[in-house]
């Protein structure tokens, strides 16, 4: 095994991991491993790794050689390797507990097993035993009897943890995002219904029937509010009733916050259902001068700020974006911006809309005609089939009566609507979020995020619900390893951004499109049309990652019978993919000097 340099008929160079074999007496080489993209050290390293599996590799031989051997057990290590790395370097022990505790190694191999697959506390157990997870944290022996011990314990550390998070990530001064969602409650055989309405299982307070601000209203449901640094890393979660308001969720987050994390200056940034403009009153109101807001009007409050004839139109198709005060926003300011490719993607979706309304009527319009149909009723039950879908009553006015049918194109409507495309409106009580220094070309941007950003963690994200514990205690350590397990998630996924096809990282500095939803770059858009990553690995999202890791497996060969029996495991040899995916881990160690860096 060594390191060779190849010279190129171009002139230039190529350096090769190269193994020596013997063929027909003669001594050869073949290529192990491109290794040109690494510096001197990191090729040194390969070079010793080779090494270490190909002495391995000659005392499999010789066991052959003494005897029969057999392959015993192989089970994929690769993804937990890259796990286990991760949350090393986030020191997720110190975090979870700084004593050494079997609880701590149980929550741990939890949050592991969820990164891989979540499952059920029962089928935990299982994914620990079919990856080498089990045996790098030694839960072996551990049952689901032991998980939800460790799950107890952990609740009573949850306020200490979520403290040290926000120390880590939330410093004074700086925006966090605010989610919330319902998560469905399942258990049927538990459930109690109460004269009042509520539902409750076996004591259970948190599981309500109240609105599902996801759609749907059944089963019962749990409140789940998140909060996130200003990249959009989860720091915090908090659970509440079922059937609490929005009101009722917002006001005890923002109290933890400025209670519980002692932070007195700060800018929640949520969207316009997290933050409505009731909410913005009541901020105001309950809380000083060092808790500001970044949040988006509703439509309607669009509409009428064009409806301003003070609204200069032609400045922002000039500008892109403006920034402006108004008498109806006392305290705030107001910013507009427009992405002409949001805009055009609009127009095709309301001249498919258009187009295929009209040829629903057309075909009314026929039979009508042909007397096929003709009775008043009926005309209106079939015209309603087109008018009950979404945005196509506006824009068309519809006339019929027994025998006769027709209708019109709203001219008028069609327009208004077209006004409002392609752009998206900030209101915050920042005294000032656009200034002409350097550092404004990324403000400029993230006003326009207001926890739309791609890169911010949500709580579908966390991959939470369904709930099927039968306690409150249950229900919220359940949600806090999840919300854990997310943590050391969202940082991998920024680690290995240039291995799916999700954007590499920001558009750069002074780009003049600051579109309220990530843009995807043009290498992003390349990634996604060709289907690789550098042009050699296949690019894929996060869950495909660890897939593709889960290739790299320990086997476990024996040779022997009886006291003689002997076993040796092998790792099997990394492949390019997974020496860049173990290698791009290591930013995770940057991401906090990063991150503070930029509020100092």
């Known amino acids: ?79 937990v390797s ?21 609880f701590r190694d149980i929550i741990l191999g939890i949050i592991a097993a969820r990164i891989i697959e979540p499952k059920s506390k029962s089928e935990t157990v299982d994914v620990w035993a079919g990856c080498s997870l089990g045996g790098a944290l030694g839960l072996g022996d551990y049952t689901q009897e032991h998980i939800y011990k460790a799950m107890d314990w952990l609740l009573e550390r949850q306020t200490d943890i979520q403290r040290e998070l926000a120390r880590r990530h939330i410093p004074d001064g700086s925006r966090v995002f605010i989610d919330v969602s ?19 299982a076996g004591g259970c307070e948190l599981p309500r029937c109240g609105h599902s601000r996801d759609g749907g209203s059944d089963p019962p449901r749990v409140n789940c509010g998140l909060v ?56 105001r109101w309950s809380f000083d001068d060092g808790t500001d807001w970044l949040t988006a009007p509703s439509h309607p409050a669009i509409r009428r700020i064009f409806a301003d004839t003070r609204t200069d139109l032609g400045l922002l198709d000039e500008r892109d974006v403006i920034e402006f005060s108004s008498p109806d926003y006392p305290g705030e300011r107001l910013v507009l911006c427009r992405n002409p490719e949001v805009r055009d993607r609009q127009e095709r979706l309301l001249a498919s809309l258009l187009k295929g309304t009209s040829a629903f009527f057309d075909r009314i319009k026929a039979r009508v ?77 993230e006003p326009g995020n207001v926890g739309m950003d791609s890169g911010a963690a949500r709580i579908e994200d966390l991959r939470i619900g369904p709930f099927f514990h039968f306690t409150d205690e249950r229900i919220r350590s359940h949600a806090f390893v999840a919300m854990l397990s997310g943590y050391v998630r969202w940082h991998m996924k920024e680690a290995w951004r240039e291995l799916i096809h999700s954007d590499p990282g920001p558009e750069p500095e002074g780009s003049p499109n600051p579109d309220p939803r990530r843009q995807e770059s043009e290498g992003a858009k390349r990634k996604e049309s060709a289907g690789t990553v550098d042009n050699f690995t296949q690019a894929s999202n996060f869950q495909g990652v660890l897939e593709r890791l889960k290739t790299a497996a320990i086997v476990t060969v024996a040779s022997g019978r009886g006291d003689a029996r002997t076993e040796l495991e092998l790792r099997t040899r990394p492949d390019a993919f997974e020496l860049r995916a173990t290698r791009l881990l290591d930013k995770i160690s940057n991401m906090y000097k990063d991150h503070w860096s930029a509020h100092l």
């Open 82 to 102: 890259a796990i286990l790395k991760a949350m090393s370097l986030l020191g997720m022990e110190e975090l979870v507990c700084p004593t050494c505790s079997p």
């Open 182 to 200: 319902s998560i469905p409650f399942h258990g049927e055989r538990s459930l109690k219904f109460a004269r009042n309405g509520a539902v409750r």
């Open 369 to 445: 005609a042909s007397g096929a149909l003709k009775d008043a009723e009926a005309i209106g039950e079939a015209v309603g089939l087109a008018k009950d879908k979404p945005g196509a009553s506006r824009f068309f006015l519809a006339e019929w009566g027994r025998g006769h049918f027709d209708y019109a194109l709203k001219q008028d409507a069609v327009d208004e609507a077209r006004k409002l495309f392609g752009i998206f409106a900030v209101r915050t009580s920042l005294p000032d979020i656009m200034t002409d220094t350097e550092e404004s070309g990324r403000e400029r941007r």
């Open 228 to 283: 996130a640094d200003r990249r959009g890393c989860p720091v915090a979660i908090s659970l509440f009733r079922g059937n609490a308001s929005h009101l009722a969720v917002l006001l005890p987050m923002v109290d933890m916050l400025t209670g519980e994390f002692g932070l007195k200056d700060l800018t929640m940034v949520g969207d316009r259902g997290t933050i409505s403009g009731r909410h913005v009153e009541i901020l």
């Open 1 to 79: 095994m060594s390191l060779d340099e190849i010279k190129n008929k171009n002139g230039t160079s190529s350096w090769w991991i190269r193994e020596s074999y013997r063929e027909g007496g003669k001594v050869k080489k073949r290529a192990v491993l491109n290794v040109t993209s690494y510096t001197e050290d990191e090729r040194r390293t390969l070079l010793e790794i080779h090494k270490r599996r190909m002495t391995e590799r000659h005392r499999v031989t010789s066991m052959f050689f003494d005897g029969p051997a057999e392959i015993i057990r192989s089970l994929p290590a690769g993804h």
